[in-house]
Structures are given as structure tokens and as C-alpha cells.
């Protein structure tokens, strides 16, 4: 597939940026949009999503949002592609997907439900997993730990 | 939808199958208290006197990869930009008024296509020509910054239709200016055109507006650069201005703060007592291409199309029933969709008397698939590793997209674009822990 854009990932860094994808451009943008950016990526609404250095290093990946939907029985975990090879790894890692637990109450859901993206992933685009809620596990309103490989990120906001 | 045969019965249930629900074992859900609601579906904008004030606006949309495309959209006057314009519902033979004000910075209009005696500021509604004879608009237009213009027509025949620009409508269009229109029978709002036979549950009623964009042209628009629309590349796919997984959040979702509408249908098993009528999906396309949307898993029967009721001149019924909604550009199809639990598949009473087929039998497309982890509506069973798990408590996810698989994409990123589920719970509902 040609592809003639890269666009910025989020609503804060305008304009949008129109450029032939070289990965050193692609690089150059993403480590600057992470220099740059006032806030989490990926909306405009809700809390920031905290972020872990070890985590991101580890998958390649900064998760962006976690919201359930599907009038509650899905969740939508969303995340950032900081590196392409190390996102790659983590994506296909279907044994061990990330695993979102409530903080307010026992349990959460490990039951990951893995969209696998049937592409080259690109650094600086956003990707998800959708996750079923199994029993209304996570709730809107409330905060979850994502773990991942013995790691862990916690206080994520769910919208 | 009536008359469901035996035949599609099956049809339908091994599309369900799959579509990613297998039996893998059982797991029984101890009773819990509260059901949880169904989505809230189509929100209307009514108005007591059937007069709507919108707003041309640009604004920005987000995409589920993570992209901010500059859009133009109708929204409300008292309100901000949005994507697509509000759900205007009217009731047949009403009298309608619509004020379009301008805020873009070049003129533009609404066209009512399959609405008749439209009138814009109360002349005739007709196409603008200029001096040498070439046409400006398909009809009067609000100028840049700051004009409007008053659009009034009686509402024709019950059924679903578009409101879109006029005005430099291959550009305009694909920039957002597109709405829904509602046209309710008088006296019979639960039915989908004039015919009983095409009654359907308040609550389950949801309005499916498909479109697509193409962001380099977007994005020309928004530098002011002139834009080559006949030879643009769409890269989004959307249904009701957002695409997969976004589809599935509800209305007004948080994150989402200019595309106000959701797209996921969310319903119960039929039944002659408890729930006796059907949904309706009312499948529009303003896009430029041909749409063939489809739900897995469930036919739709297809009884308006383009505002006429599908009946012969006797008044014989004309509807039919679809596995593959071809919405074609600017057409709508008015849909009424049931889900039958016609077999009663129980894993202790009525097993599924078959060898159930292996994962790999079961592909949506590439190695993974959806799963409900049992065959049984309100059971749930085990998980396979490599399989998508959406099941809360034991209810089918039902994926419905775009059969043309590059609009079922964000971006070329499977999957997303043109695609939602169809959830439908237990009888008894889902119980909300
Ligand atoms: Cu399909």
C-alpha cells in the first residue's frame, strides 16, 4: 500500500504534518511529538494516562486510553506505537496480552481479546486490543493497573 | 422480521458459528441482579414546530489510529461541530423548516434528495447557474462567513434519507456536510413506512450513515490548496462519523467529543411474548462508492429503500431478506433485524448435535477470529489463545462490517473502518455485576 502521509497522533500537535515516510522522518517526529506534547495522546477528554518508561521501552508501545464500551460488555485498550519492531513482538504476543485489573475491586479481566493487525505497524499510530468485560469487570469511572511481562502501570483512567 | 424459515434459521446459525461462537465446554453463570441496559441506538433532534437551525462548521475528528482529520459538518446552531449532522426526525406530511447559517469560508447549502416542493428562502429550490450558463449549486446556498439561507418543504414519504451539501457536492460532501433525515409515519412512528408489517421496537432503532475520507484531501482543504476530488484515495471508513473501534462506544463518548454517534446494535432473542418486534437499521451511504455491508451471522429484511415502502401495486409485501446490504452512494435501505433462537441449543438438554468446526474452520479473516467462547447464548465456555473473547456473560457478538475489505480498515490497518458488532444477550438480559 502507498503511503504518502504521516500524520501527528494527536490533536495537540498541529498543523498536521504532510511527509514522505522516510523511518528517520517518522523517528524524528515521534520522538519530537514525545518531547512536545502537553498531554497524553489519543483524545482530548478525560485523565492523562500515566506512563512508565520501563513499560514503553519493554513493548515499544505507550498506551493511550482504556474505555469500555460495547455498552459495557468490551473494553478498549488503545496504544501508541513508539517502536515499530519492539510493537511488533508485544502485538504478537498472543499468549501473554496485557492484562487490565481493577484497582476498586478484586479482579479485572485477563481475558484479552486481540484485534492482530494484519499490517506493518508504524511507529506513531495508534493501535487497540478490545477486551471482553467479563461480569462488568472494569467500570467506566474507576482506575486499572495494566501489567504486562512484570510490569506494570497503574491508576490508568477508564472511560 | 416475520416469516423466518427453517432454512435461513440454519443459515443464520452456521454464519453464527462462523462468524466465531464454538462450544468449548461450559461455564454457568450464577443468577445476578440487574440487567443491564440496551444501547441508547438513534438519537433524533425534533423540534416541536419542525424548524432546525444548523451551523455549517469545520472541526477536527479523531480516528482510532490515532489521526486528527480537519472536517466541515452541519451540527446544531446552539451547539459545535459535529460528525455527521444531527438525526432530524419529522413525521410525514409535516411542514419542515431548516435555517442553514454559514460559517466556512466558501458558500454552501443543503439539498433534500427524495423530499418535493422544496423552497429555499421562499423561492423554488433550483440549481445556480451563473451568467455563461454553468451551475454553482444544486440550489441556494448561504454565503461564506456569515450568510443563510431557509430551506422548507413538506416531509414525503416515511423512510430514511440524506441531507448532504449542494454545493460543490463531490468536495463538500466528502469534507462532512451530510445528515440523516427521518421521515415517521403519521399516526404509526413505530413503523418504518405506511405498512404494519414493518413495525419495530422503539427502543431498537438506530440510523447507520456510512461514509468515507480521504484525509490528503482534508487536508488541502484545511491549507487552502486546491483538491483534486476525482481523484482522491479514501483511508477512512466510517459508520455515523467514526470507525472500528470507536463504532462500539456509546453515544457522546467522552473521547469523542465531535462525533456524538455510536453504531453498535444491541438487542434480545425474539419472542411472540416478551419481545415481539424487531430492530431497524436505517443504512445510508454518503459516500462515493458502494458499500456492501453486512452483518454476520443474522439476515435483514429490507423494506423501504429510498423513502418507498417495498410493496407491489396490490400491496403485496416486496421485502425481502438480505445477508449483504448493498447500500449504494446515496441511497438508504430501512432494515428490520431479529435474532431467532430457533434451534434452542442447550449444552445438557439440546446439544448442538454436530462435530463443532475446529478454530481454524472459523477464520473472519486471518488467524484470529471473534469468540463468544460458546455456542450457547448465555453460556460461556473456555478460550482458545489466538482467539478474540468478547462475551460478558454469555452473549454473541455478531461482527457487521463493510464486506469490501479495504473499508474495513483504519488506514490499511486491519481491522477498523466500516465495522461494528451486533451484540445480543440472553433473554434475560446481561447482568451487570
Ligand atoms: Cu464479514
Redesign the interface.
Known sequence: ?P???F?????NL???L?LNCGLAVVLALVLGYVLLRPHG??????AAVPQSTQLESRTGVRF??V?V??????V?L?Y?VLDAEKASAFQAD??HPPRLASEARHGGTQ?????????QMRA?????F?Y??????IESGEQVTISYDGLSLEHVPV? | MRNLTHHLAQRRYAAALVAGTLALGSLT?GA?AEA????EGLECLTDAHNTFSLTARDG?V?T?????I?MWGYGPSSGSFQLPGPVLCVTAGTHVRVILHNTLVEPTSIVFPGQSGVTADGKPAQPQLTDTGSMTSLTQSADATGGSVTYEFTAGSPGTYLYESGTDVAKQVQMGLYGALVVRPAGHPAQANDRSDSAFDPDHEYVFLLSEVD??LH?GV??GDPVDVAHSTARYFMINGRSM?DT???NH?????NQPYGA?V?IKPYDAQTNPHPALIRYLNAGSVNYPFHPHGSDERVVTQDGSALAGSGGQDLSYLKYDLDVEPGQSLDALMDWRDVEQWDPATNPIPTQLPAIQDQLL????T?FSESGYLGK?GS?P?????????G?Y?HVAHSHALQQA?N?????GGMMT?F?IDPPAG????
Open positions: 500500500m503511503v504518502t502521509t500524520t501527528a497522533p494527536s490533536t498541529r498543523p498536521r504532510l495522546p489519543g483524545g482530548s477528554a478525560g493511550s486510553r474505555a464500551v460495547g455498552d459495557g460488555g468490551l478498549t488503545s501508541v498472543r499468549e481475558r484479552a481479546s486481540i484485534m492482530r493487525a494484519g499490517h506513531g499510530q495508534t493501535y487497540y478490545v471482553e468485560n467479563t461480569g462488568g469487570a472511560l | 453463570l445476578r443491564a441496559p440496551t444501547s477536527y479523531s482510532p489510529d490515532g489521526n486528527s480537519y484525509p490528503d487536508l484545511e491549507r473501534p462500539l462506544a456509546p463518548a467522552s473521547w469523542l467529543p453498535m444491541h479473516v486471518g488467524p484470529d471473534w460461556k478460550l489463545t489466538n482467539i478474540t473473547a468478547n462475551n460478558e456473560c452473549e457478538y480498515t488506514y490499511g490497518a486491519t481491522f458488532v451484540r446481561c447482568p451487570t455485576s
